[in-house]
């Protein structure tokens, strides 16, 4: 049976046509549908089925991916309640601000080495943590799985091969290396900087493993590469199926196999520590995207990440994150999900060109790490500056605390904001420099004309002032410029902003104005558009949200 049958054939050109036809009644062309992500990339709004290289598909267990969770307490207890409860793997932080390299014993005590793998993350620890790791395997007289964490951007060369010549003459289950390119989205990086870093740092690695005489597959067979999965569920897919096409690129050229054993990561720059109940929508897209996208292992943030050590019940909702994608949405049911989609396969294929792209402009720059550090720093600060800018122009909100604040939210105990580079914290900071206030700092809302006439833009003002942490006081609804003027002094705020809509701003903007500038206001703004005599800027949807409020807060007087 044919569903299309007795109806005449559509093409792109008739689409393109209708939509056309709908956008110019609003004054838009087809360049509205479009949007461009970091990487220059453009998103169209219709894909036909591309003609594209083929994408590596990942193995599929029977259970999916991989459930790997972070420790960086020692706390034996918390460990096996994990993996009593639905995590599979460990990842363990090791260092002074971590789990003691002597304290590794006591938190895998009850741990089956040869059934749970562990993943060190240990930086320059990394030899005596292995040699604790693999110490406590020979006293049981059994394997380990996992991986010992090394990596050329924190040990010399001689301790990875050193390290990958151990696993790869005793241990078969137990890789050495980790590709992290995670701390290049944490700068800021766009997907393909990420993954061209990936390539990079993985390269030097196969360059001195073989040097130091592993064969070219056995040096494949020591890598684990690590990235980071967003709340962008489609930009996620794309970025771990196109890792896969630059990777096996790479083993073409080389000789060794195309398979990539790959760890995705919950973003920590997207987390925030306001509203943190949030995150866990955030992570629960990100490991969507990370499971459909293919990842081995997926490792979710627990939603309080940001705020403090993670507690029982922040560790728990990461770990049924997991299972509630897995067992009860069956996002692991099938290898490549997203293959066949026009968008995602368009996108994995461009995202995986401008990779190698990026890739080669580093090999030529002297690699990773290397001589090219400093260019790979350049370019990652131009992305993260206008990503800098889209966050503080709110066309990249974070719900929570950019959009939507809750000034009565009740914080976390025991929490401080915690790790640098996330997307909120230059609001985050403004609302903690007004909750440290003894009173907090108010701005007064002059609507202007009925409830109907004022609501939507004083709605908007109001949102805008509270993601830095001001609380907002109206005037309710009039026009009388002197009566609003009392009320604002009654307010006892300092600051002003104008509501209405296009209609009465003419007639009544400008006497409004005055009467607050008479009744004391150091400032009065103007909720949408319009240029009028005393006031002094205007609010509006894409203005700079962040340099609005740092200028109340001047002047408000409230020291930053």
């Known amino acids: 049976m044919e569903l299309a049958a007795g109806y005449p054939p559509a093409t792109r050109d008739d689409w393109h046509a209708m939509a056309l036809a709908v956008l110019g009644k609003s004054g838009l062309d087809f360049e509205a549908l479009t949007s461009r992500t970091y990487d220059g990339l453009t998103l169209q709004p219709l894909y036909d089925a591309p003609d594209l290289p083929s994408v590596p598909r990942p193995p599929l267990g029977a259970r999916g991916w991989d459930v790997r969770q972070r420790h960086t307490v020692a706390d034996p207890e918390a460990v096996l309640a994990d993996l009593e409860n639905g995590v599979t793997s460990l990842w363990l932080a090791v260092g002074p601000d971590a789990i003691p390299v002597d304290g590794l014993p006591r938190v895998l005590k009850d741990v089956y080495l040869d059934l749970a793998p562990v993943v060190l993350d240990a930086g320059a620890l990394v030899e005596r943590a292995a040699d604790v790791l693999l110490g406590l395997a020979a006293e049981r007289q059994g394997s380990v799985r996992g991986n010992l964490g090394a990596s050329l951007a924190s040990v010399e060369p001689r301790v990875v091969a050193a390290l990958a010549r151990r696993c790869t003459q005793g241990y078969p289950e137990l890789r050495a290396v980790v590709v992290d390119a995670t701390p290049y989205h944490d700068m800021g990086g766009s997907d393909a900087q990420e993954l061209g870093c990936s390539l990079a740092l993985g390269v030097a690695h196969l360059r001195t493993l073989t040097g130091a005489g592993l064969s070219v597959e056995e040096a494949f067979g020591q890598l684990e590469f690590r990235f980071a999965a967003s709340a962008d569920q489609f930009a996620t897919i794309a970025k771990l199926r196109a890792a896969r096409v630059v990777w096996a690129r790479v083993a073409e050229v080389c000789g060794g196999p195309e398979r990539q054993l790959q760890h995705a990561v919950t973003s920590s720059a997207m987390m925030t520590a306001r509203d943190p109940w949030v995150n866990m929508l955030r992570t629960t897209l990100a490991c969507f995207g990370a499971g459909v996208g293919g990842a081995d292992a997926v490792t979710v943030r627990p939603f309080d990440a940001a705020v403090r050590e993670p507690d029982a019940f922040g560790r728990r909702i990461a770990r049924n994150t997991h299972a509630l994608l897995m067992e009860e949405s069956g996002a692991a049911r099938v290898a490549d999900p997203a293959g066949g989609s026009w968008y995602v396969e368009r996108r994995t294929a461009e995202l995986a060109e401008a990779a190698w792209t ?37 066309r990249l909100p974070i719900t929570g605390v950019s959009e939507f604040p809750n000034l009565e939210e009740k914080p976390l105990p025991g929490g401080t904001p915690r790790g640098s580079g996330r997307y909120a914290e230059p609001f985050e900071e403004l609302r903690d420099l007004a909750d440290a206030q003894p009173e907090r700092p108010k701005v007064f809302l002059a609507t202007i004309g009925p409830v109907a006439a004022h609501t939507a833009r004083a709605a908007f003002a109001a949102n805008l002032f509270r993601a830095g942490g001001l609380a907002t006081e109206s005037a309710g609804p009039g026009v009388d410029a002197e009566q609003i003027a009392t009320a604002f002094a009654v307010s006892g705020a300092r600051v002003a902003c104008l509501c209405s809509s296009d ?54 007087e409230v020291a930053r």
Do not use: M, N, S
């Not at 090219?372 to 370019?379: D, I, M, N």
């Not at 607050?516 to 103007?526: M, T």
């Open 358 to 394: 990026w890739f080669q402009e580093i090999e030529a720059a002297g690699g990773l790490p290397g001589g090219a550090e400093e260019l790979v720093a350049g370019r990652i600060a131009e992305v993260r500056a206008r990503r800098d800018a889209d966050i503080a122009h709110r």
């Open 503 to 556: 209609k009465l701003y003419p007639e009544h903007a400008e006497a409004v104005a005055a009467a607050l500038k008479r009744a004391g206001a150091r400032r009065v703004w103007l909720a949408g558009k319009g240029e009028y005599e005393h006031v002094d800027g205007r609010v509006f949807a894409g203005c700079d949200a962040l340099a609005v409020l740092r200028t109340t807060f001047d002047d408000l």
